[in-house]
Antibody, heavy 121, light 107 residues
Framework: EVQLVESGGGLVQPGGSLRLSCAASGFTFSSYWMHWVRQAPGKGLVWVSRINSDGSTTSFADSVKGRFTISRDNAKNTLYLQMNSLRGEDTAVYYC??????????????WGQGTLVTVSS | DIQMTQSPSSLSASVGDRVTITCRASQSISSYLNWYQQKPGKAPNLLIYAASSLQSGVPSRFSGSGSGTDFTLTISNLQPEDFAAYYCQQSFIIPRTFGQGTKVQIK
């Protein structure tokens, strides 16, 4: 059974840092691109970042570029999101998601349960 | 970035109704369009990928259509468990933008 379990969320002051983790199991983690998606309270889904299967290629939303870093440890089957210089607008539930591509079309086939990040003084 | 616009933002419907949600992309995305369902407090769940392919395990009352810039999610014979929020998402280019969501509520 595929499982994605996020952790590391919590309350942090503006300007602070936090590292989220996403522990993967039930599949060959090193074969899949992975993404982070966030959802502010009562709002919609927003794509944040992605990383390729070996960690050599990353992409970020403009809103987090230069502040967030995505990485992975394929030996530990874990995805990370390092969040620095946090702002109030970063307050959200953060989901990790496994990408799957079929016939050229890609989609988020599995999602974690999410971890809440609250940025407030 | 490609903007995804869903309509309506919310709708009220009854069990057994046929419901249609539309999603429009700001530029052509071929058939690189996915639909997700999200219930309160839960992670999103993939319903439809590549505009019209039903994800394994998803009931056949869900269907998707469209290509280019205009897409539709249809729920035929609405069931109590279908009351939720629905999001479209393009996978044509990064960033993989989502629509703002459509909340399906009980009439």
């Amino acid at each position: 059974e595929v499982q994605l379990v996020e952790s590391g969320g919590g309350l942090v002051q503006p300007g602070g840092s936090l590292r989220l983790s996403c522990a993967a199991s039930g599949f060959t983690f090193s074969s899949y691109w992975m993404h982070w998606v966030r959802q502010a309270p009562g709002k919609g889904l927003v794509w944040v970042s992605r990383i390729n299967s070996d960690g050599s290629t990353t992409s970020f939303a403009d809103s987090v570029k230069g502040r967030f870093t995505i990485s992975r440890d394929n030996a530990k089957n874990t995805l990370y999101l390092q969040m620095n210089s946090l702002r109030g607008e970063d307050t959200a539930v953060y989901y990790c998601a496994r990408d799957r591509c079929s016939g050229g079309s890609c989609y988020f086939e599995y999602w974690g349960q999410g971890t809440l990040v609250t940025v407030s003084s | 970035d490609i903007q995804m616009t869903q309509s309506p933002s919310s709708l009220s419907a009854s069990v057994g109704d046929r419901v249609t949600i539309t999603c429009r992309a700001s530029q052509s995305i071929s058939s690189y369009l996915n639909w997700y369902q999200q219930k309160p407090g839960k992670a999103p769940n993939l319903l439809i990928y590549a505009a019209s392919s039903l994800q394994s395990g998803v009931p056949s009352r869900f269907s998707g259509s469209g290509s280019g810039t205009d897409f539709t999610l249809t729920i035929s014979n609405l069931q109590p468990e279908d009351f939720a929020a629905y999001y479209c998402q393009q996978s044509f280019i990064i960033p993989r933008t989502f629509g703002q969501g459509t909340k399906v509520q009980i009439k």
